[in-house]
Structures are given as structure tokens and as C-alpha cells.
């Protein structure tokens, strides 16, 4: 956007000119990096006058700084410095008012010196902030900027992942089978999720290999239960005996390989399915996207055909769902948004649209093929003229192949900034599935995922 100036000279007594700005968590973040005012009234999720609900108050200089704005972009715009601002302030903004900041020409000296009248008013009661008068020094002569050219901010913040432990902390603990815990990362993940109060481990291998290490972490394991297994594959086949007994509601992963753990829960006979390939999903806490994004397959199907790809998409859609997202907006990928015949993908993409539309794939819409540009950006939609529900808004992301989808992860995770957690869906109990090199975020929220999926499954009555 080119941001104009008004020069001295033409100026008018009266003249007026204004700003609004929706005031976000992510402005309150910023501002107290910017300043150094780490003021806790002023931060989001801080309950400071006891009432039991956040404040989440915006700093009185935050609303100042918008008058700074009008002064700076409109009125008299580039070029403007200050003189003086004498501000009153008369109420509190909070994270999701929407304000306006408006200036008001009251004087005109000769020197190009410039009196104004301030104020900042919150639209929904049209109640004033800030009030106050400014004095500055206006430009002579015409300038202008495109301000295209600031550097864009990030707030590294995870919120969702937040929302989704609080979600699941609310609700009883799972009883969970661990299948070989023999490594620090694996017996302290586990460990932290029953602290976290998500689940009730019971721990599957060397018994006493997992007691010297926990007394070696200094864990104390109290009345944790312990169920001994001479190897990888007793231990998995131990948890899916558990689980077929409703002994256990979810089962997560040691320290060991993803096949040996999955290989007896696959089996069509002894194992845990219920009709549904299994299929990993992704769920990823993006700075700076203000929901969940789940992507899927991106750890277990290699190359799935259009029969994996139906189930991968029901069972991204009943994780979204279990997350509260009601009508998850599910954004079937490919390198372009046309079908065409010399891609498969695309061809897959639009096969399963049209399956959702016909009840096929139900309850969340479906669209594709889409490119990622368009999957996740309006901007990149309305320039292709893409139109819909799912365009530039995905929810959920499907992606071709495991390579795209391990790529796509690992991309947002180390350059974005993002945290990643996800689980196995498509057998009896939740799977919980982390890389045996993931820290423990990612173990616990995994774990959150499960708690938010066996409620959801039950409060629906299905398996």
C-alpha cells in the first residue's frame, strides 16, 4: 500500500482523518517485546484482578501508538515528527475490541508547527479510550511510501496446542500402554503426559531396564504399572492384547520402529482393526494461523490409491473433529488446482470432492485438487479466481504421498516455527506416534489428541 502525505501548506483547520485496528493477542506479544514492558496485566492468558478470567488488557501507550499512526500515515502523513502529546486516558481495551484512532486539525502556526485534537474510541459501544491534544512538526514537502516493504512479524506463540491441553486436561485420564519405554526421551514423555494429567501409562518392556532408568532421570514411578516383555514385538503384541481387553484406551510409542510396533496391531485376526486403514495425521501449531492445521498422510501410507485416500480423509475429518472444528474444510492437494489427466493426484483430488459432495466422505467439505498456495492463502485463491469453502482456508491438508506430506511437515516444523504433534487413527484405540527424536511437546499433545479423540468417540457412541 502507498502511504501519502499532506504537506504544510495544504493543511486545513478541521481537517480530519482516522484509523481502525481489530486489537489481537498477537499486537499485545509484540508490543511487549518492542518495549521491554512485560507488565502481566498487559499479557494474554493473565488473570490479574483475581476474577478467575483473563485481563488481557492492552497497555494504555498500545492506544497512544495508535494516534502515532494516523499522525504518521495519514495526517499529516510521512514525513510528520512530534512535538508533544498530552493524553487522558478513560477506559481499557481489550485483545478483540476493534478501535479507532482518529486526529483532528485545530491549529496552524506559521513555522508548519500543527495542533491536533486525539482520541481513540472502541467502535462496539463507541466508548473514548484516549483523548488528548498533539502538537507536531508537518512535512514541507510531498512524500510517500510503500510500506509493501516493512519485514512481516511472526508471533512464535503456540496458542492452539494451549487450547488443545487445556481441552483434554479437563477431561478423565487415559489409561495408556507404552509400548518400550527404554530411552530418556520415551520414559520422561510418558512420565510428563501422566503429570500433565492426559493419561494412566502403564509401561511395556524391560521392567527392570525402565526402573534403573527412571531412578537415573530421578523419576520417582509410585504406583505406575509395569508389564515385562523380553522384546520390541512382545511389548506391541502385550499392548494390543490390552487394548482388544479394554485393559487400555490408547496405546503410545517408545522407543522403537513405527513397523514393529503397528505390525501386530494390523494383523486382520488378533489386531485392532475396525474396518478403516490406518492413517497418521499431522496436527501442527502454526505462528501466525489462528487454528489447527492438520495434514495427512505424511508417516504411514507411501503411496496410497484412491481407496487409502477415502479413509485418510474420514479420519483426518473425525480427528477435526474431536479437536471442536464442526465442518472441517478439508483441501485435497496437488501441484496444481485443474485436473488433469497426466497427474494422478489431481485426478485423485477431484474424485474424492465429489465423493464428499455425495455423501461418500462425510461430515466436512471437501475440495480439490488445490494447489498449496491456494489451499491456505485467500490472496492466492482470489488472484486464480478460485471460489468455495475450502480455498484459502483449509482446516485440513491431504497430500498426495508420504514424501509431500513428511516434506510439508518438517518444512513448517524448522522453518515455520511450528510445533507438531499427531496420532494413528483407524484402529479401535488411538495410536499415539512420535518420532523417537521428537521432544516432549510433541509427546504430550499427542497425548492431549488421544484424551480429545476417545471422548469425542464416546460421546458419539462409537467405537
Same mark, same amino acid.
Given at each position: 500500500?502507498?502511504?501519502?502525505?499532506?504537506?504544510?501548506?495544504?493543511?486545513?483547520?478541521?481537517?480530519?482523518?482516522?484509523?481502525?485496528?481489530?486489537?489481537?493477542?498477537?499486537?499485545?506479544?509484540?508490543?511487549?517485546?518492542?518495549?521491554?514492558?512485560?507488565?502481566?496485566?498487559?499479557?494474554?492468558?493473565?488473570?490479574?484482578?483475581?476474577?478467575?478470567?483473563?485481563?488481557?488488557?492492552?497497555?494504555?501507550?498500545?492506544?497512544?501508538?495508535?494516534?502515532?499512526?494516523?499522525?504518521?500515515?495519514?495526517?499529516?502523513?510521512?514525513?510528520?515528527?512530534?512535538?508533544?502529546?498530552?493524553?487522558?486516558?478513560?477506559?481499557?481495551?481489550?485483545?478483540?475490541?476493534?478501535?479507532?484512532?482518529?486526529?483532528?486539525?485545530?491549529?496552524?502556526?506559521?513555522?508548519?508547527?500543527?495542533?491536533?485534537?486525539?482520541?481513540?474510541?472502541?467502535?462496539?459501544?463507541?466508548?473514548?479510550?484516549?483523548?488528548?491534544?498533539?502538537?507536531?512538526?508537518?512535512?514541507?514537502?510531498?512524500?510517500?511510501?510503500?510500506?509493501?516493504?516493512?519485514?512481516?512479524?511472526?508471533?512464535?506463540?503456540?496458542?492452539?496446542?494451549?487450547?488443545?491441553?487445556?481441552?483434554?486436561?479437563?477431561?478423565?485420564?487415559?489409561?495408556?500402554?507404552?509400548?518400550?519405554?527404554?530411552?530418556?526421551?520415551?520414559?520422561?514423555?510418558?512420565?510428563?503426559?501422566?503429570?500433565?494429567?492426559? !493419561?494412566?501409562?502403564?509401561? &511395556?518392556?524391560?521392567?527392570?531396564? &525402565?526402573?534403573?532408568?527412571?531412578?537415573?532421570?530421578?523419576?520417582?514411578?509410585?504406583?505406575?504399572?509395569?508389564? =515385562?516383555?523380553?522384546? =520390541?514385538?512382545?511389548?506391541?503384541?502385550?499392548?494390543?492384547?490390552?487394548?482388544?481387553?479394554?485393559?487400555?484406551?490408547?496405546?503410545?510409542?517408545?522407543?522403537?520402529?513405527?513397523?514393529?510396533?503397528?505390525?501386530?496391531?494390523?494383523?486382520?485376526?488378533?489386531?485392532?482393526r475396525i474396518g478403516r486403514r490406518f492413517t497418521h495425521v499431522f496436527v501442527l501449531d502454526v505462528p501466525g494461523l489462528n487454528h489447527p492445521l492438520l495434514v495427512s498422510d505424511g508417516a504411514i501410507n507411501i503411496a496410497p490409491?484412491?481407496?487409502?485416500? !477415502?479413509? !485418510?480423509?474420514?479420519?483426518?475429518?473425525?480427528? @477435526?473433529?474431536?479437536?471442536?472444528?464442526?465442518?472441517?474444510?478439508? @483441501?485435497?492437494?496437488?501441484?496444481?488446482?485443474?485436473?488433469?489427466?497426466?497427474?494422478?493426484?489431481?485426478?485423485?483430488? @477431484?474424485?474424492?470432492?465429489?465423493?464428499?459432495?455425495?455423501?461418500? &466422505?462425510?461430515?466436512?467439505?471437501?475440495?480439490?485438487?488445490?494447489?498449496?498456495?491456494?489451499?491456505?492463502?485467500?490472496?492466492?485463491?482470489?488472484?486464480?479466481?478460485?471460489?468455495?469453502?475450502?480455498?484459502?482456508?483449509?482446516?485440513?491438508?491431504?497430500?498426495?504421498?508420504?514424501d509431500a506430506g513428511n516434506i510439508l511437515v518438517k518444512l513448517l516444523t524448522h522453518l515455520a516455527h511450528a510445533e507438531a504433534a499427531g496420532l494413528v487413527m483407524g484402529a479401535s484405540v488411538p495410536i499415539i506416534l512420535t518420532s523417537r527424536a521428537d521432544g516432549q511437546a510433541a509427546r504430550?499433545?499427542?497425548?492431549?489428541?488421544?484424551?480429545?479423540?476417545?471422548?469425542?468417540? @464416546?460421546?458419539?457412541?462409537?467405537?
Open positions: 500500500m502507498i502511504i501519502k502525505n499532506f504537506p504544510f501548506d495544504t493543511l486545513k483547520l478541521g481537517q480530519t482523518a482516522e484509523l481502525q485496528r481489530l486489537c489481537t493477542t498477537d499486537d499485545l506479544f509484540v508490543f511487549a517485546a518492542a518495549t521491554g514492558n512485560h507488565n502481566p496485566m498487559h499479557l494474554p492468558g493473565e488473570d490479574i484482578n483475581g476474577d478467575g478470567k483473563p485481563d488481557t488488557t492492552a497497555s494504555g501507550i498500545f492506544l497512544a501508538a495508535m494516534i502515532s499512526a494516523v499522525l504518521g500515515n495519514v495526517l499529516p502523513g510521512p514525513g510528520t515528527s512530534y512535538h508533544s502529546q498530552a493524553l487522558t486516558f478513560t477506559g481499557h481495551a481489550k485483545a478483540g475490541d476493534t478501535l479507532l484512532a482518529r486526529v483532528t486539525v485545530t491549529g496552524l502556526a506559521p513555522s508548519g508547527i500543527v495542533d491536533l485534537d486525539t482520541e481513540v474510541i472502541r467502535l462496539r459501544d463507541a466508548a473514548v479510550m484516549v483523548q488528548g491534544k498533539a502538537q507536531v512538526q508537518a512535512p514541507l514537502g510531498p512524500l510517500s511510501y510503500d510500506d509493501r516493504d516493512l519485514p512481516g512479524l511472526v508471533v512464535q506463540t503456540h496458542r492452539q496446542f494451549d487450547a488443545i491441553l487445556k481441552r483434554a486436561q479437563a477431561l478423565p485420564a487415559l489409561t495408556t500402554a507404552v509400548v518400550w519405554p527404554d530411552e530418556v526421551q520415551a520414559l520422561q514423555g510418558a512420565l510428563l503426559a501422566q503429570a500433565q494429567g492426559l !493419561i494412566l501409562p502403564v509401561l &511395556i518392556g524391560p521392567t527392570a531396564r &525402565i526402573r534403573a532408568l527412571a531412578k537415573d532421570i530421578g523419576a520417582d514411578l509410585g504406583t505406575v504399572q509395569l508389564v =515385562e516383555a523380553a522384546s =520390541e514385538t512382545a511389548a506391541a503384541e502385550q499392548a494390543v492384547v490390552l487394548a482388544r481387553a479394554g485393559k487400555v484406551k490408547a496405546i503410545m510409542k517408545g522407543h522403537l520402529h513405527t513397523d514393529v510396533l503397528l505390525r501386530p496391531m494390523l494383523d486382520r485376526t488378533t489386531g485392532l490409491d484412491l481407496t487409502t485416500k !477415502i479413509d !485418510i480423509v474420514q479420519n483426518a475429518i473425525n480427528l @477435526a473433529h474431536s479437536l471442536g472444528i464442526a465442518q472441517p474444510k478439508v @483441501a485435497v492437494l496437488s501441484a496444481v488446482e485443474t485436473v488433469s489427466t497426466d497427474m494422478p493426484s489431481s485426478m485423485d483430488a @477431484a474424485a474424492l470432492s465429489k465423493m464428499a459432495d455425495r455423501g461418500q &466422505i462425510t461430515g466436512g467439505l471437501v475440495d480439490g485438487p488445490l494447489a498449496m498456495d491456494n489451499a491456505v492463502s485467500m490472496a492466492a485463491a482470489r488472484t486464480k479466481g478460485i471460489t468455495g469453502g475450502v480455498a484459502g482456508q483449509a482446516d485440513v491438508l491431504i497430500v498426495p504421498n508420504l504430550v499433545i499427542s497425548a492431549a489428541l488421544a484424551v480429545l479423540q476417545v471422548h469425542a468417540q @464416546a460421546k458419539a457412541g462409537l467405537r
